[in-house]
């Protein structure tokens, strides 16, 4: 393997930048050398031994596509592997799609904020950089898919396509138009591949890979969920790849990385809290720091409800959602670590919640659009209000509530908030203020680093009461949880600074020291209140200030 990459036909906009000291980068490993250093360890742990025998199964022709799509790695990428596999050179390309720059499908919030759209740029940055280690590139295209790789099939006489499998409609729909574009293209005879492509023209092969367990593994069918999300089936084993994919086919230019204002955005940078570096480089040596540096794992079920740190849980979902970490590869680090240190109830937690993943993946299989309707999957008959002025309160950390409030700075500031703080602002939204539920999850949708459709809305409809299972009243009271999570107010301190000067238990209750409530609670009762605030409130319009 080559580890010095040559360069880039043009400049990368992800060149690390002066942070502040308050900054916690994520991972934070001392340096890009030791990022890579961990990164070039596990590349080699993954890959094929003996030369001679991994040049036999390469028995295809001519020029294989990969479109990396959310799968923005090398490592366990099935898509790459069998393009190698059927051809003498493989493409990889990836169409940056203004339709993913546009609004949100309701609220017109912005379909890609500002932070999460730096964090692909460095994650394409990286796929460049540890592809060319493998002897490949990136060619990176700006463009819609459905113009762009069937015109890169016909000029490159490409006979298949490779990508990954998506499954809600806006990424189906693409696949669709791919699909349609690539049957207008004639591959010149002899090009064709005939042990994977029989027609004459360009084949899109999709292939399964965002989850734990491969949908063809379940032992029911996708379709038809039981309850129990623990299927009892066994995980593929990881995809090895040889050391060497190349040659690449001759491009005259690789193409630039987008710069933010490219895609219509203004950049920010991260002023405080978590800074998510992206890249698989950055998502190896997360897990190597989290697992195996740190020690962290063996305490994961104790600390995975924290709020404030990078360290309280495993912060991989930036990279599970871009792609740059397979779930596969976490999985065999887990058994690795039981194997090598210690095996309980942290080590089987943190496989739990990949499971939890793959479940709402799995969901949205099952329930298609239905996850994105206000009714959900039980089609839930429910008035809610789209009252601008407390939703804005909301997404701009203005309730009058320090632990809504901190959440949602620490959220538009980092693009990142906690599992804990997700589920406590998802109840107040729309438990509390009875909003839409649709507006919180647009706007998760712009902001998340970890953005991803079916786990962002199976978890807005599951906390909506919409979702596919009516049991449980996802109800989570705000004094409750605050004494709880967060007992010192040191969180909610450290993202609204005027409370720091406020004895730490009134932190989270601190009356008139902070600004007025915007609406009274549900249920419950705040410690320092004495007036109304236990009533119970229905999702009536009484807070309506349009
Ligand atoms: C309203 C709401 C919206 C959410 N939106 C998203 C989203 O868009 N993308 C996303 O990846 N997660 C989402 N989650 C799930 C969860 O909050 C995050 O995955 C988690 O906080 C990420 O931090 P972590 O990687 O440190 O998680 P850890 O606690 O370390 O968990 C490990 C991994 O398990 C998976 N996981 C954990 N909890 C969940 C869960 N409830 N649902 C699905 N996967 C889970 C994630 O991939 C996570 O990286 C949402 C949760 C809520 C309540
Ligand atoms: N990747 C995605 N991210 C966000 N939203 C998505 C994604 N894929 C699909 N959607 C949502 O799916 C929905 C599809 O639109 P819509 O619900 O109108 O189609 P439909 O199922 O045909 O229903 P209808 O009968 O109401 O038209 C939209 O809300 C859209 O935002």
């Not at 880039?8 to 000291?21: D, K, R």
């Not at 993913?100 to 796929?127: I, N, W």
């Not at 493998?134 to 015109?151: M, R, V, W």
């Not at 129990?228 to 190349?246: F, S």
């Amino acid at each position: 393997m080559n580890s010095s990459p040559s360069s880039t036909s043009c400049s990368s906009s992800s060149a690390t930048q002066q942070q502040p000291p308050s900054i916690n980068h994520v991972p934070d490993l001392g340096g890009a050398n030791e990022m890579d250093r961990v990164a070039d360890h596990t590349f080699r742990s993954y890959t094929l031994k003996n030369n001679a025998s991994v040049g036999n199964k390469r028995s295809g022709k001519g020029t294989a596509i990969v479109w990396f799509r959310n799968d923005l790695r090398v490592l366990d990428n099935e898509p790459l592997y069998k393009a190698w596999l059927s051809s003498q050179t493989v493409l990889p390309v990836f169409c940056v799609d203004p339709r993913l720059f546009s609004t949100t499908y309701h609220f017109s919030f912005p379909k890609t904020g500002a932070l999460r759209a730096q964090f692909l740029v460095e994650c394409l940055a990286d796929l460049r950089k540890n592809l060319m280690k493998f002897g490949l590139n990136l060619l990176i295209q700006h463009g819609k898919p459905e113009d762009i790789l069937p015109s890169l099939a016909k000029a490159f006489n490409a006979h298949t396509v490779y990508a990954q499998k998506e499954t809600c409609s806006e990424e189906l729909n693409v696949e669709r138009l791919v699909s349609k574009g690539l049957q207008q293209v004639v591959i010149p005879s002899g090009e064709s591949n005939s042990s994977t492509n029989s027609n004459n023209f360009p084949k899109l092969q999709l292939i399964w890979g965002t989850t734990l367990y491969h949908i063809d593994d379940l032992p029911f069918d996708a379709g038809s969920l039981p309850d129990a999300v623990e299927a009892k089936c066994a995980i593929r084993p990881c995809i090895k790849l040889p050391a060497l994919l190349g040659p690449p086919p001759l491009v005259e230019d690789w193409g630039c990385l987008p710069s933010l204002e490219k895609l219509g955005l203004s950049s920010q940078n991260v002023s405080k809290g978590m800074k998510f570096v992206g890249g698989e480089t950055a998502a190896l040596s997360r897990v190597y720091e989290y697992f195996w540096k740190k020690d962290l794992l063996k305490v994961y079920k104790e600390t995975r409800n924290g709020m404030l740190g990078p360290d309280y849980s495993t912060k991989f979902s930036p990279w599970l959602a871009s792609g740059s970490l397979s779930p596969r590869f976490i999985y065999e680090e887990v058994k690795r670590y039981e194997n090598e240190r210690i095996a309980n109830g942290s080590t089987y937690w943190v496989l739990f919640e990949l499971i939890w993943r793959d479940y709402f993946r799995f969901l949205s299989v099952k329930y298609g659009n239905s996850i994105f309707h206000l009714g959900g999957p039980r089609k839930v008959q429910q008035k809610w209000s789209q009252d601008k002025i407390l939703f804005e309160s909301w997404r701009d950390g203005r309730t009058g509530y320090p632990l809504i409030d901190a959440n949602m700075k620490e959220l538009s500031t980092t693009g990142f908030m906690s599992n804990r703080g997700r589920q406590i602002v998802c109840s107040f939204l729309v438990r509390d203020m009875g909003i839409d539920w649709r507006m919180g999850a647009e706007w998760f949708e712009t902001c998340l680093l970890d953005y991803d459709p079916c786990s962002n809305y199976g978890n807005w409809t599951y906390g909506s009461g919409v979702g596919n299972d009516p049991r449980e009243d996802r109800y989570f009271s705000i004094p409750k949880q605050a004494q709880t999570y967060d007992p010192e107010g040191e969180y909610v301190a450290h993202w609204l600074p005027r409370l720091q000067t406020i004895p730490k238990e009134k932190r989270n209750f601190p009356g008139n020291l902070y600004i007025r409530q915007i609406v009274p609670l549900k249920f419950g009762r705040l410690q320092s209140d004495n007036k109304s605030h236990g009533a119970r409130r229905t999702n009536d319009r009484r807070w309506n200030r349009n």
